[in-house]
């Protein structure tokens, strides 16, 4: 029964008979290639972003760039594993689900670099993978602002939080908008929903519905995705406001989407391919936050808070980046500020 | 004159997948043609990025191992007329029972913990299928609405899982412990950390098709099963136990998709690890067992088919830009061709000749 | 419109149709006159259905021609046909059970409104306009599901009449009709030629022929073996034209000769599907080397009387005994195991698994046993022969042992089944209608097959709505109505109009022990 197979290698063989001379991918420059995971390109934030930052490095730096979308979670590891062979010399898994994926294979290709969003690995285990760099973020810092911005928006004194699946990366979203709610006013309602999935705006929609409706809400912060779109939508149909997340989101709703949560995967996909290029690199882990623009809120031009509001969150923004004041990165720390 | 008709039945059987592979394909060009992308450099991206080189060989049968016990544990519930939609589910169990075994059990030798490891996530697989086929049996409600309830609590139950009881404390992310060699299956080449992923898992999942194989057609159990798939109304006539076949045939299906899962841990992941959608492998084996059409044997060429278009997407989009979706559309033409099978037969000379065959039975009889 | 005698109104010359290996019409003529009803009558398989097909363009012929009024016409396809006034009634209706009679008759040429809306007004008018035209009443409003097999039948008439058809193909119309309907479908029949149109009816039950047709052409093997004017054959004649032998249409029995009692029912209860009592408080019992016919029109407790001996329906109270060993209420296979055999009423649902081979189908209650299996391990080989010594010992006609009972005819489906039951050493035969829908040389078979059994000593219990059948092979007659048993009489003394006034509840036979007590 093997014949279905041998029958599309007779077909594909003609067609490499018929079809022209093989067409190389070779570029000078270094070549970087990116991983997205499931979510893929198109969800409007995280993955869109980092394919950003590798136009950056395409169009500034004149890296030859290749993605590449995955179906299902199994394909995290032959991924990478084929950009690697492929001979791209940095090569980047989008999105913390593919850690173990990005660690099998670094080991498998000690001569070629590794990048990882949102993750970090130990000190242990960096040993053993010299050319990986992780790249985290300070969620929370950048929640913290909207958090300001909400708090000073809402009428009904309730805002809420959806997230995407109950995991310690969503977690510092939450504490920090948790944080610059409750930082501006101890006593308001923020109500939370993790919706489990990162790609059904349906049931964002119908989360979000039922805040808007039956709680009173009248901002709601989403870290989930895709399923955040059906946030923004619901937001749109009730006339209430949405926050984005990781980019700017105000193209979904301008006259809804309050301010996006901006993450620069982009940066952490730019800069982070340039330390991997450095000579002498080794293994570590970077976290990137407000001092180094990598969260922050979205461009004047799609924030439709008050001036009043806008400039409170502005000095919240500058007197984190200082280090004067440390936002919480867990939820429990955060509920600490909440007072009845 | 019966084995003459029994050969030319053989290559009609084949005749008309392969047809349906071959305009699938070309579907799969016009849409590539449609978006800008070359079709020729397309489809030779995906020969050589599933046999190009022996590496890319061999990922290519770590792409087809569990489709084929998927595919297994679809035919063998539909045999019995049950359709099992809870093979996503019912792999997901598996994989967090070999996971769990694989690495809570420590000091074993690998004769005892491989097999037990294995055997672990059968067993749960079954278990997992047990449910709707019980609830099916012994109340009537319909297996489909309630594996795919089941779905969802796998899902849901292993994240629950792996970010609390079995999560590696020393990871930050939501991992088992790594299980332990003596569970591990051999790589054919380079040991454990090898790039030639390829295992002795595909071993398993041949001896599975073989096994399910006689199971069905040479077993008075498998009887009962294709009975009580058929007909059962004439298969309660014949005094077969209807429910206790209908409820067997779920448990074996739930096994083959466990035993899916436990090949993915034992043999490739080495651990649990968070899902945040469905794998897709219990989804794709339905249409894997559609395209052969339950059996066994054309399990393995319809899993090597599938396998072959999962890999050969990632490697189109990686080599020749192609989007992902391209095969996912030929995959779907494939499939609709195959179930809509009166549309190739309508293509090819043979229809005719099958239907009046059929038609003078009646008439001379 | 008179009574034009000969104008043939529809002529099919020398009809010739290959099938790969099967000639199934060989130069067939065949001449219907106007306001004639020409009866086609040959075995199943012999190339009558065939025939037709061409006729409706469902098949296309290799040769011949078919010439309608005189003149020469190509049939391609039904559309083709229905504008030649040609309409075909299927043995299996084509209607829509949901859908309301009316809806069912206006079904592709609906009456609009504003364009896009069915009409339903002017649909009724339509169905009341030609139900009164022919005669034939329905109730336009009733939906489809919810009316008799007959009524349906009408409304399958009234479509092909709606569609302006001259010439009515009817294939094999009373299959599915009791005896009463029967005689309506033949007095709708006449009224249809009355009214000028030709019927060809399809039958290969000689009595229906003889009753309602004014000529007869016997087709056996793809042949036309002649044609004849009905008042001058009989049932012998065209028994002998069908078949190519001299047939017993009445199989020679001697006298019984009963031995100790097999099956004893003693006062059963039985429930059907929807729990309501469908029989009620039943006795009687079958003796070894005795048949006991069950007489009664169809659905007065028979199928679940049958279904309650034989464990596939649980009685509600009461007792069934096989020799002396209670098995009220055990699943089948226990009853099985206790010496009884089923030849079940529907061969399709029940009887037969039509996608497994007639091998398979062979060993439907005994593979778990040796021979056939050993320690859970079917063995084809046994198997396989087995079936090929049971084929050839039934004259079952297939090809090989594996090919799939539903590639079979009727015929031998149930040949199959019988073939099995009997094969299986029963005390008890439990045989549902076993002829039902067989032609005369299958029936012939049959009930020689039970005549034997019972010689050789079996009970067997016969339940038949063909009361020539019980006539024929009874030894004594159990006569059921209502789900009671309203006497059991002997078929030598009792006359057909005795037997019919008790059928239908109007009389009241000697009684078994204490059955028929109940009142309802």
């Known amino acids: 029964m093997k014949s279905l197979n041998r029958v599309l290698v007779i077909l594909l063989a003609v067609g490499m008979l018929v079809g022209c001379a093989f067409s190389g991918f070779a570029a000078p420059a270094p070549k970087v290639g990116i991983v997205f995971d499931i979510g893929g390109l198109g969800d409007q934030s995280f993955n869109d972003s980092a394919y950003v930052g590798l136009q950056r490095l395409a169009n500034e730096l004149g890296h030859g760039t290749r993605y590449v979308e995955s179906n299902t979670p199994s394909d995290y590891e032959p991924n990478l594993a084929s950009l690697a062979r492929e001979g791209y010399d940095v090569v980047w898994g989008i999105g913390f689900l593919m850690a173990d994926a990005v660690q099998k294979v670094a080991k498998q290709f000690p001569n070629t670099k590794f990048g990882i969003i949102d993750h970090g690995y130990s000190e242990e285990e960096y040993r053993a993978i010299p050319n990986v760099l992780g790249i985290l973020y300070k969620e929370h810092e950048g929640s913290f602002l909207v958090g300001v911005l909400a708090a000073l928006t809402t009428q009904t004194n309730t805002v809420g939080f959806v997230g995407g699946m109950d995991i310690p990366v969503i977690h510092r979203f939450e504490a920090g908008y948790k944080a610059g709610v409750w930082k501006t006013n101890p006593k308001m309602n923020v109500i939370v929903n993790y919706s489990g999935v990162f790609d059904d705006p349906g049931k964002g929609k119908s989360v979000a519905d039922s805040m808007f409706r039956g709680r009173k809400a009248d901002v709601v912060f989403h870290a989930a995705g895709s399923t955040g779109i059906g946030v923004i939508r619901a937001a749109e149909d009730h006339g209430k406001w949405a926050i984005g997340v990781d980019s700017d989101q105000n193209h979904l709703a301008p006259n809804n989407v309050l301010n996006s949560m901006i993450k620069r995967v982009d940066v952490g996909v730019f800069e982070g391919t340039k330390m991997l290029l450095k000579p002498g690199f080794t293994g570590r882990t970077v976290v990137l936050g407000l001092r180094e623009n990598a969260v922050g809120l979205a461009p004047e031009k799609s924030n439709r808070a008050s001036a009043s509001a806008t400039a409170k969150a502005l000095e919240w923004a500058k007197i984190i980046a200082r280090g004067e004041y440390v936002v919480p990165e867990f939820p429990a720390d955060a509920d600490k500020l909440y007072k009845k | ?365 | 419109m008179g009574k034009p005698q000969s104008v043939p109104v529809l002529e099919m010359r020398g009809i010739t149709k290959q099938f790969p290996g099967v000639l199934a019409n060989d130069h067939v003529d065949f001449r219907l006159n106007k306001g004639g009803i020409h009866a086609l009558l040959g075995e199943n398989g012999a190339g009558k259905t065939t025939l037709m097909k061409i006729l409706y363009g469902l098949y296309q012929a290799d040769e011949g021609t078919v010439l309608v009024d005189g003149k020469d016409v190509s049939i391609q396809e039904p559309n083709d046909a229905i504008s030649l006034g040609i309409g075909m009634v299927h043995q299996h209706f084509m209607l829509i059970p949901p859908f309301t009679v009316a809806e069912n008759l206006v079904l592709g040429a609906e009456p609009r409104k504003h364009g896009i809306f069915m009409d339903m007004e002017s649909a009724i008018a339509k169905a009341n306009e030609i139900s009164e035209a022919y005669g034939l009443a329905i109730d336009p409003h009733a939906k489809v599901m919810d009316i008799s097999v007959g009524m349906q039948q009408r409304v399958e008439i009234l479509k092909a009449l709606l569609r302006g058809a001259e010439i009515l193909v009817l294939d094999e119309p009373t299959a599915v009709l009791t005896p009463q309907e029967v005689v309506e479908l033949f007095e709708i029949m006449r009224n249809l030629t009355e009214q000028g149109k030709s019927i060809i009816f399809i039958s290969h039950k000689l009595k229906e022929v003889l009753d309602i047709s004014d000529h007869v052409t016997v087709l056996r093997r793809g042949k036309s073996i002649g044609t004849v004017a009905t008042p001058e054959t009989s049932q012998q004649e065209l028994a002998r034209m069908m078949v190519g032998r001299d047939v017993e249409l009445v199989v020679e029995k001697g006298p019984a000769s009963p031995d100790e009692s097999i099956l004893d029912v003693d006062a059963l209860h039985v429930l059907d599907h929807r729990q309501l009592p469908a029989v009620r408080g039943v006795s009687f019992s079958v003796r070894a080397g005795e048949i006991l016919g069950i007489a009664g029109v169809d659905g007065n407790g028979q199928s679940e009387l049958v279904e309650a001996i034989t464990g596939m329906r649980r009685p509600a109270s009461g007792r069934v005994m096989i020799n002396g060993c209670d098995v009220t209420g055990v699943p089948p296979r226990q009853v099985f195991e206790s010496g009884v055999v089923h030849i079940p009423s529907d061969r399709q649902r029940h009887g037969l698994i039509l996608d497994f081979t007639v091998a398979e189908n062979m060993i439907l209650q005994t593979y778990y046993k040796a021979p056939f299996s050993r320690r859970g391990e079917l063995d084809w080989e046994t198997i396989h022969t087995e079936a090929r010594r049971l084929i050839e010992q039934f004259d079952v006609r297939t090809p090989s042992e594996k090919v799939a009972a539903g590639s079979l005819s009727g015929g031998n489906q149930q040949k199959v089944i019988v073939a099995r039951e009997l094969s299986r050493e029963p005390e008890l035969i439990v045989a549902a209608q076993p002829t039902r829908g067989l032609d005369v040389g299958a029936i012939e078979f049959v009930h020689r097959k039970l005549i034997e059994a019972r010689d050789d000593g079996k009970a067997v219990l016969l339940v038949s709505l063909e009361l020539d059948e019980i006539m024929a092979l009874a030894d004594r007659i159990a006569v059921i109505y209502e789900g009671e048993i309203v006497g059991i009489v002997d078929p030598d003394t009792v006359t057909e109009e005795e037997l019919g006034l008790m059928m239908a509840g109007a009389m009241r036979g000697p009684q078994p022990k204490a059955a028929g007590g109940e009142s309802r």
Request: proline fraction near 4%; charge should be positive; glycine fraction near 10%.
């Open chain 2, 1 to 365: 004159m019966s084995m003459n008709s029994k050969s030319k039945a053989w290559w009609r059987e084949l005749l008309v997948p392969v047809v349906a592979v071959l305009v699938g394909l070309a579907i799969g060009a016009v849409f590539m043609l449609f978006t800008g992308a070359n079709p020729l450099d397309a489809y030779r991206a995906l020969l050589s990025g599933c046999f190009g080189s022996p590496v890319n060989l061999s990922e290519t049968i770590v792409y087809v191992t569990p489709l084929i016990c998927t595919g297994l544990s679809i035919a063998v519930a539909f045999r019995a007329g049950l359709f099992n939609i809870g093979a996503e589910g019912q792999m997901i169990v598996g994989m967090l029972a070999s996971a769990i075994v694989g690495y809570a059990l420590t000091g074993l030798p690998r004769i005892i913990h491989l097999p037990l490891t294995i055997l672990s996530g059968m067993v749960a697989g079954g278990l997992w299928a047990a449910v709707p086929g019980y609830l099916k049996a012994r109340f009537g409600v319909h297996e489909v609405v309630n594996s795919i309830m089941m779905n969802y609590i796998a899902l849901y139950f292993s994240h629950y899982l792996v970010n609390g009881p079995i999560k590696d404390p020393n990871l930050a992310s939501p991992y088992s412990p790594e299980i332990a060699d003596a569970a591990k299956l051999w790589r054919f080449v380079g040991g454990h950390g090898s790039e030639f992923r390829v295992n002795s898992g595909i071993i398993i999942a041949i001896v599975a098709a073989i096994l399910i194989y006689r199971l069905l057609y040479k077993t008075t159990k498998g009887y009962e099963i294709r009975a009580v798939g058929l007909n059962p109304e004439a298969a309660r006539y014949a005094g077969i136990d209807v429910s206790t076949a209908m409820a067997r045939s779920m448990l074996i299906a739930g096994s083959m998709a466990g035993l899916a899962g436990a090949i993915q841990v034992c043999g490739i992941q080495y651990k649990f690890l968070d899902l945040f959608a469905f794998e897709g492998f219990g989804f794709d084996g339905i249409a894997v067992a559609l395209l052969a059409k339950g059996n066994p044997y054309g399990i393995l060429a319809a899993a090597s088919l599938f396998g072959v278009l999962n890999r050969g997407s990632q490697m189109m989009q990686l080599l020749a830009r192609v989007p992902k979706e391209t095969a996912g559309i030929i995959q779907a033409s494939v499939v609709f061709l195959v179930a809509a099978e009166g549309i190739v037969e309508g293509w090819l000379p043979i229809r005719r000749m099958a239907k009046l065959d059929v038609a003078g039975k009646e008439e001379t009889r």
